[in-house]
């Protein structure tokens, strides 16, 4: 058995953003219009901290505006609303994103949905989610949205293909599955109530998962040339005890054995994410102002 491509996601979002780029300059250029991306943060998490700092210096190399609100973890939900409220009203803002997981306190149904949907760049408002259900043009989830151009790049086109997706969440699972759909293929979502998930999963020419829980899917249960994308990112502690290291939902090293091609973590889905925010980005700043969306 040869050993599977790798889905390079960090070379594939650097060629994405390469070309946001041009955009960017040819819409400054042509019509002095500066996209710009804001990104709330309630709380302290380090993690979130490190993602936020990731998105706001590639979005200011890809000629953006980026703007970030940092507020304390016990921010009431009258002052966060009053903050979307704020950055809805902003005309140098055309895309937000409020970092997720909120804290507890905080409803982020009502906080997402507070969001102007022409501005929901990570299309989590529910008006984007139905009409994305819907076949109409929206804002497309980022995670969602770069695992298909990685799908179709490798694949060409989908239509007819077995598509198991495992994981139902809001985020990631239930638009991959809206997307895959769209793309005709046949779409079977899986999580932790499916009864006989190796079997499901070993049906699939597309797997694609997102659950999070660190290489729960082993190379047994994928199909042989089958394309595997992996969405996990689970910081797992490292085999000497020192320190942490991510890993995917996939078994990489069995996994790539039996695989045609996959992707790796770090290095595949998660740069994309990012790649895909900026472009949602550039395409709402297009819509905001009348101007032709690129394709990229
Ligand atoms: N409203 C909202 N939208 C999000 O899109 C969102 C969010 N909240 N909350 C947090 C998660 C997480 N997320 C990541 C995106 C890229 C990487 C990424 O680029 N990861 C690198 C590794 C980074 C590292 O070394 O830690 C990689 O996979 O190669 C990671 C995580 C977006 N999220
Ligand atoms: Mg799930």
């Known amino acids: 058995m040869t050993q599977a491509s790798l889905i390079d996601g960090k070379a594939f979002s650097a060629d994405l953003r390469g070309r946001i780029a041009t955009h960017v300059a040819r819409l400054k250029e042509e019509h002095g219009i500066t996209p710009g991306l804001a990104v709330v943060l309630v709380g302290e998490d380090p993690a979130s901290q490190v993602y936020v700092r990731s998105k ?32 809805n009203e902003d005309p140098a803002v055309h895309g937000i994103l409020v970092q997720l997981p909120l804290p507890k306190h905080l409803d982020s149904d009502l906080v997402i949905n507070s969001i102007d949907v022409a501005k929901d760049v990570d299309g989590f408002h529910i008006s984007n989610v139905g009409l994305l259900a819907t076949g109409q043009k929206s804002l497309v989830p980022c995670t969602p949205l770069g695992c298909i151009m990685m799908l179709k790049a490798e694949l060409g086109d989908l239509s007819g293909k077995e598509a198991v997706v495992i994981g139902r969440s809001n985020i990631v699972g239930k638009p ?24 499901t999963v070993r049906r699939a020419d597309i797997v694609v998962a997102a659950v999070g829980r660190p290489q ?36 990489f090293a069995s996994a790539k054995e039996v695989a045609g091609a996959i992707t790796p973590v770090p290095g595949g889905v998660g740069p994309m994410t990012i790649a895909c925010l900026l472009s949602n980005t550039l395409t709402a700043c297009c819509r905001a102002n009348g101007i032709p969306e690129p394709e990229l």
């Open 56 to 87: 706001g210096k590639q979005t200011v190399e890809a000629g953006m505006a980026s703007f970030e609100h940092k507020l304390p973890a016990d921010t009431s939900e009258e002052t966060l609303l009053a903050k979307v409220r704020e950055l």
């Open 176 to 199: 991959m599955a809206q997307l895959l759909l769209a793309e005709s293929c046949t779409v079977t979502i899986a999580h932790s109530r499916t009864a006989d998930l190796a079997g």
């Open 216 to 251: 729960m899917v082993p190379g047994e249960w994928i199909k042989p040339g089958a394309t595997v994308i992996d969405v996990g990112i689970n910081r797992v502690p490292k085999e000497d005890g020192e320190g942490h290291r991510l890993v995917g939902d996939v078994d």
